[in-house]
Structure formats: C-alpha cells, structure tokens
C-alpha cells in the first residue's frame, strides 16, 4: 500500500525551529516529486516548497522563502522541511503529497497544482505560539 507519513510537528515559540519529516511507504522519493502544503482550519490549502524527482529542483513559495529548507535524504528514503525562524502565521496542518507524473527536474507546490498530487499524509500540526 503506498502511503506517506509526516511527522515531527510540535508547539513552538515565535523564532524557533521545526524539522518535519515525510517518509514515503511503498515507493521511493526519488521516483516522485514531493511538494509541502500546509492548511489553518478555516483557511484555503496554502503552498510550501516541492522537490523534483531528481532532487535538482527545489521551490519555495514567498511566504517561507529564506526561512524554510527542503532536503531529500534517498539512503532514508525521507524528505524533510527544515523550518527557523517561525510565526504565528506559519501555524497549520503540514502535509506532505507525491506526484508520480512529474516532470524529473521541475515542481510545483502552488495551490491549484496540488490535485496533480496523487498521494497524500495524514499531516502533522504546527503551532507557532508563545
């Protein structure tokens, strides 16, 4: 059965660090490209950051650019979102989601581009707050 799992969300004060870890179960991250979105209850599916299939290509949506690092460890077969700085408004449920169809060295992690991904976690709460 392919599946993902996410984990490593938490309560955190405003400036700290998160790692959330997506581990896929039943294939190989290389073989798929895995994006980031994250949703507020309340709110609309918002963007994060994606890698490519060949792991060449790494997006970031605005909103966490220069504050959030994807990394892909293919030994561990984990993907994993390195967040610093946090805020407030970085609170929501994190999700991890793979694109089977992707092309090799391109992504995309924007909202309406999220049904092209096939797969999807459970996802993993992150609390931004003091």
């Known amino acids: 059965q392919l599946q993902l799992v996410e984990s490593g969300g938490a309560l955190v004060q405003p400036g700290g660090s998160l790692r959330l870890s997506c581990a896929p179960s039943?294939?190989?991250?290389?073989?798929?490209?895995i994006g980031w979105f994250r949703r507020d209850p309340g709110k609309e599916l918002e963007g994060v950051s994606c890698?490519?299939?060949?792991?060449?290509?790494?997006n970031y949506e605005d909103s966490v650019k220069g504050r959030f690092i994807l990394s892909r460890d293919t030994a561990k077969n984990t993907v994993y979102l390195q967040m610093n700085n946090l805020k407030p408004e970085d609170t929501a449920i994190y999700y991890c989601?793979?694109?089977?169809?992707?092309?090799?060295?391109?992504?995309?992690?924007?909202?309406?581009?999220?049904?092209?991904?096939?797969?999807w976690g459970q996802g993993t709460q992150v609390t931004v707050s003091s």
């Open positions: 890698i490519s299939r060949n792991g060449n290509y790494i």
């Open positions: 039943g294939f190989a991250v290389g073989d798929y490209a």
């Open positions: 989601a793979a694109d089977r169809n992707a092309w090799s060295d391109f992504c995309t992690a924007l909202p309406r581009d999220s049904q092209q991904y096939e797969f």
